[in-house]
């Protein structure tokens, strides 16, 4: 009997999906395991597997066409089979006798793997780069790509939109009384789109899945440089600063799901295909969304006060996003630990040197009004943890008074729950060695 092939849910919200280009033509023989078809979501683009070896006959063959997940694009038959008419679509296979549908396979998801291309014009680009091209009416075409195989990546199209010529705008119809006054100012230039891919490094070299470090609001990439001793000297350990933050600063965020494509892609592009996600504070709740999508692999989870768990936050950033004099960066980060002699003074004037130019200020209240707009969490990452099969650690502080450790309380019993006594919201600070004990609880 012919086997069913179906549009899979490769995305937990999934409902339909689009077939961006078939990998084998109609009537071709084709192998158990071989790719068939790519489909391309929001946050990857993704090859699906043959689920038998026979010919295939193509019901689906339109490309771009939205199709409800579950549904049958093709059938494949198997040596000595052969068909006599097309298969049905799906809401005539409904009306068809129990005897006349042919006999399909559980629908269960086809083995899928990522892609750095995709889509059915044939060019190497990834998910986001096509985004932003389709968004800014960017011809691909046009654009050359600098990743693996000439893929065309984030920066490739900012780099070509940014090139493009500014395009005049139509002067309005001139009153009488606007003929006759002055002009007052310039025209100012548009504003660009951001001037990169998110700064990222490898802080150490080493064998197995990487530890990968997602720092909070606020923070850089550097801050985590004193817990390293910490995790298992053989693991290699990378980094990367949000955008607006450290030298990432020219990046911007539109939302907090934006944000997650922006970290989700610079791993993705460093060849990151699973990891050991530690997040703190906001970086948690990053952390926590990229693990229960489908282009990271999990292999743990560790979240140091993670946001995403609740509404309520602090006034924190707000305040220490404009902060730019000394004293208010001190008081500000005073706020973050339960004990204030944890901060030496040389830290605090580090931090405060680096926002006198007010440039940091500027781009992280951009960031915290596109994210935390209307001074609460506006996201959630409670039904990401209910659905991980990785081992999941949460470290709260009892004294954080940015993230209310009570929010904590109602996740499933299988993520494990530490509280820590006098402690805020800087456990990897606060408690170094305490949380270097879980890390190392975790890997070896």
């Known amino acids: 009997m012919p086997t069913e ?28 395991g071989a790719a068939l078809f790519e489909i391309e979501t929001d946050k990857a683009a993704m090859e699906i597997d043959s689920p038998a070896s026979g010919t295939l006959q193509i019901t689906e063959p339109d490309t771009g066409k939205e199709i409800s997940v579950g549904e049958p694009v093709a059938w494949i038959y198997a040596e000595g ?74 920066a490739d199209i900012e780099a070509a939109l940014n090139a493009l010529p500014a395009a005049p705008t139509p002067a309005p119809m001139p009153t009488a009384a606007a003929q006759q006054a002055k002009p007052q100012c310039k025209p100012q230039p548009a504003p660009k789109v951001s001037s990169g891919p998110l700064n990222a490094v490898w802080l150490r070299q080493g064998t197995g899945t990487p530890v990968v470090l997602i720092h ?8 985590w440089r004193p817990l390293l001793p910490e995790i298992p000297a053989d693991r290699p350990i990378f980094a990367l600063d949000l955008p607006g933050h ?21 791993l993705a592009e460093s060849g990151i295909g699973a990891a050991h996600l530690v997040g703190h504070s906001l970086g948690g709740a990053v952390a ?28 924190f950033v707000e305040n220490f996003a404009r902060a730019t004099h000394p004293g208010a960066v001190a008081s500000w980060l005073r706020e973050l630990v339960h004990d204030p002699a944890t901060l030496t003074d040389s830290f605090i ?46 470290i709260f502080g009892i004294e954080d008074r940015v993230i209310p450790w009570r929010q904590a309380f109602g996740l499933p ?32």
């Open 5 to 32: 092939v179906i549009l899979p849910k490769v995305d937990m919200d999934m409902a339909t999906g689009r077939i961006s280009r078939w990998l084998v033509e109609d009537g071709a023989s084709v192998e158990k």
């Open 81 to 154: 089979e052969a068909p006599i008419e097309k298969p049905a679509s799906s809401s005539h296979t409904a009306a068809r006798s129990e005897a006349e549908t042919p006999t399909s396979v559980p629908k269960t998801e086809a083995p899928r793997k990522p892609l750095a291309p995709s889509a059915a014009d044939g060019l190497r680009a990834t998910p986001l780069a096509r985004r932003l091209a389709r968004e800014n009416g960017l011809d691909l075409a046009t654009v050359n790509g600098s990743g693996p195989r000439g893929r065309i990546q984030r």
């Open 216 to 223: 909070g609001f606020g923070a850089e990439l550097d801050s």
């Open 246 to 266: 450290g030298k990432s600063l020219g990046s911007e965020v539109a939302s907090f799901d934006d944000l997650v494509i922006q970290v989700e892609e610079t």
């Open 288 to 315: 926590a969304s990229i693990a229960s999508g489908i282009r990271i692999e999990a292999a743990s989870l560790l979240l140091i006060s993670p946001a995403g768990l609740g509404p309520e936050i602090s006034s």
């Open 349 to 394: 004037r580090t931090v405060a040197r680096g926002r006198e130019d007010g440039r940091l200020a500027e781009a992280q209240t951009r960031f915290a009004a596109a994210v935390f707009g209307g001074g609460a969490q506006g996201f959630s990452i409670r039904s990401a943890l209910a659905q991980l099969g990785c081992q999941v650690r949460i």
């Open 413 to 444: 019993g299988t993520v494990a729950l530490h509280l820590l006594q006098q402690t805020g919201h800087m456990p990897q600070l606060e408690q170094r060695e305490t949380v270097g004990r879980i890390l190392r609880q975790i890997y070896d």
